[in-house]
C-alpha cells in the first residue's frame, strides 16, 4: 500500500514479495521473481497475476475511513456506555 502526496492509500500488490518483483524494471521481473522464489517466496507468476490478486480487495481509503470513524469500545466501556448507544447517537447527528 502506498500513501500519495495528497493523503490517499493505493493498493499495488497483496505481498511484500510481489511488491517487490512488481518494482523491478520489465526486463529484470522474471529474474527478480526467480531471485524471490529462490529464497522461499511465493511471488505472483506474472505482473498481470499481482494486479489480478488486488481485484474485489477492499478500496484502502474506505477501510482507513471505516476505522478512523468508527466507535471507540474501550472508552465507551470506561464511560459506562454501550457500544450500541453511541452509535445509533452518531447515526443521528
Known amino acids: 500500500m502506498l500513501l500519495?502526496?495528497?493523503?490517499?492509500?493505493?493498493?499495488?500488490?497483496?505481498?511484500?514479495?510481489?511488491?517487490?518483483?512488481?518494482?523491478m524494471p520489465d526486463d529484470e521481473f522474471a529474474s527478480a521473481r526467480q531471485e524471490l522464489v529462490e529464497v522461499g517466496?511465493?511471488?505472483?507468476?506474472?505482473?498481470?497475476?499481482?494486479?489480478?490478486?488486488?481485484e474485489g480487495a477492499e478500496e484502502p481509503n474506505d477501510y482507513r475511513h471505516k476505522v478512523t470513524r468508527a466507535p471507540r469500545p474501550i472508552a465507551c466501556e470506561r464511560a459506562g456506555m454501550s457500544v450500541d448507544i453511541i452509535v445509533r447517537a452518531r447515526a443521528s447527528i
Open 4 to 23: 500519495d502526496s495528497e493523503g490517499q492509500y493505493e493498493l499495488d500488490a497483496a505481498t511484500i514479495p510481489d511488491y517487490l518483483a512488481l518494482r
Open 41 to 54: 517466496f511465493a511471488v505472483a507468476a506474472s505482473r498481470d497475476d499481482i494486479w489480478q490478486a488486488l
